[in-house]
């Protein structure tokens, strides 16, 4: 029997594959950098050229848009030096949006607090990771496994990369929902 399939935009270093992988799926993502930490299969493409209905096949879709942007207008220090409207972030999220419709596949999208305020009120959270789309009615208890207590903040700003990754019990738990 073949393996349910998850696609992975704005896959970044793995966190949302990690999970899947580990309960069972094929995961191939899609991110315009190649990080070394990917354990999927990788397609070195920008999300807004990748057409959905090549995609109908997925069980479903997990996304990450990057974040900067949103995190910006969420800190009231840098939105009071009027930080540059999010236009890439916002073009990034409705690309996924656009690519899950033309798939008519479920999708879920995470991204940080501040992007309420472009795409509108978030389904849930998970700790700081705030998820839009077809989200589970119930995710996991925040406060066990690996992630117990972290916040993304408790990381320095130099370590950018391991803030933006999906806490694996989150990424296990959503692959366990839509497993077919």
Not at 67 to 77: A, L
Not at 78 to 107: D, M
Request: glycine share 8%; with cysteine; net charge positive.
């Amino acid at each position: 029997m073949a393996k349910p399939l998850v696609i992975v935009l704005c896959a970044g270093r793995g966190g949302w594959t990690d999970g899947f992988l580990a309960e069972g799926y094929q995961a191939i993502g899609f991110d315009v950098v190649r990080h070394l930490e990917y354990r999927g299969e990788l397609v070195l493409q920008d999300v807004r050229t990748v057409d959905g209905r090549r995609l109908r096949h997925a069980a479903v879709i997990v996304a990450s848009p990057p974040c900067p942007e949103f995190s910006r207008w969420d800190q009231p220090w840098t939105r009071a030096k009027n930080p540059p409207y999010p236009t890439l972030a916002i073009e990034l999220v409705q690309a996924c949006w656009r690519i899950a419709a033309e798939a008519g596949v479920p999708i879920v999208l995470e991204n940080v607090r501040g992007a309420q305020r472009f795409i509108g009120p978030a389904r849930a959270h998970f700790g700081k990771q705030y998820l839009w789309g077809d989200v589970p009615p119930m995710l996991p208890y925040w406060g066990s496994g690996q992630n117990a207590g972290r916040q993304k903040q408790s990381l320095s700003s130099t370590a950018k990369a391991a803030r933006a990754v999906i806490p694996f019990e989150l990424a296990a738990y959503v692959a366990r929902v839509f497993k077919p």
